[in-house]
């Protein structure tokens, strides 16, 4: 796949680009930050081990996304980002396995978007490894949902 990058250093007096992917990587992080939470009470409601263990290796993953995405963040401003608490926890495993599913889909474009707008290469493939761990998480609570 081939993406045009735009230049925001080369481009000062417009830094609206620059200020939009900002926006858009701390929406992530604080995704990122919710679903740690989230799958930390989903786990705990599981039926069985197995899906406990399946949720935790998830949840796993989304810590990884929520420390480079916070790296990439402060590489590109020098600051933390915002980070918003009040996340809505499950309220039955069902429901919330069934929620995680669109939950998970959702981010799959948002961080391919994100990829495609950050000119740092290793920034950039850091968005699209995650994008590919949540659409893998979508797969693993679809067949999830399928067997409870
Ligand atoms: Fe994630
Ligand atoms: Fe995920």
Redesign the pocket.
Known sequence: MYYQPFSYENNAHDARPLQQVLREIAKAINDEFQ?IHYYTRLAELAPSNQFRQMILG?RQ??IK?FHWFSRAYHELTSKYPPITLGVQLPGSFKRGVHDSIK??QE?VPLYHKIASQVQNQQISQRFLRAAA??QR??QIFSQMAAGI
């Open positions: 679903a998830i993953d989304e996304h939950d998970e981010t761990d949540e998480h979508a």
